[in-house]
Nanobody, 119 residues
Framework: QVQLVESGGGLVQAGGSLRLSCAAS????????MGWFRQAPGKEREFAAS????????SYADSVKGRFTISRANAKNTVYLQMNSLKPEDTAVYYC????????????WGQGTQVIVSS
């Protein structure tokens, strides 16, 4: 089992930036990929970005491409989401997730961190 703890959320004005962090603990040796998802009020959770821990291959949702950057610090078992040019529609709870080598999808989730972008 992998435990994930997010941090870095908060309130920011439109056009501003935030950096989210996700620290993993537990069976981190089994992790293959980590990602960020988000859930806006009244909407379903949606994929934002992911990164393969070995090799660093990244993937982004069209809605954040060019504005968000996912990165990892393998030695720290930490993944970051740098969010620039934030828009009010980026307001959501952001969740960190991890997928192990034996899973077909993300199986471990953090508790989430709130991001509010004011206009």
């Amino acid at each position: 089992q992998v435990q994930l703890v997010e941090s870095g959320g908060g309130l920011v004005q439109a056009g501003g930036s935030l950096r989210l962090s996700c620290a993993a603990s537990g069976r981190t040796f089994s992790m293959y990929k980590m990602g960020w998802f988000r859930q806006a009020p009244g909407k379903e959770r949606e994929f934002a970005a992911s990164i393969v821990l070995s090799g660093g291959f990244t993937s982004y949702a069209d809605s954040v491409k060019g504005r968000f950057t996912i990165s990892r610090a393998n030695a720290k078992n930490t993944v970051y989401l740098q969010m620039n040019s934030l828009k009010p529609e980026d307001t959501a709870v952001y969740y960190c997730a991890a997928q192990s080598l034996t899973e077909h999808d993300f199986g471990s989730w953090g508790q989430g961190t709130q991001v509010i972008v004011s206009s």
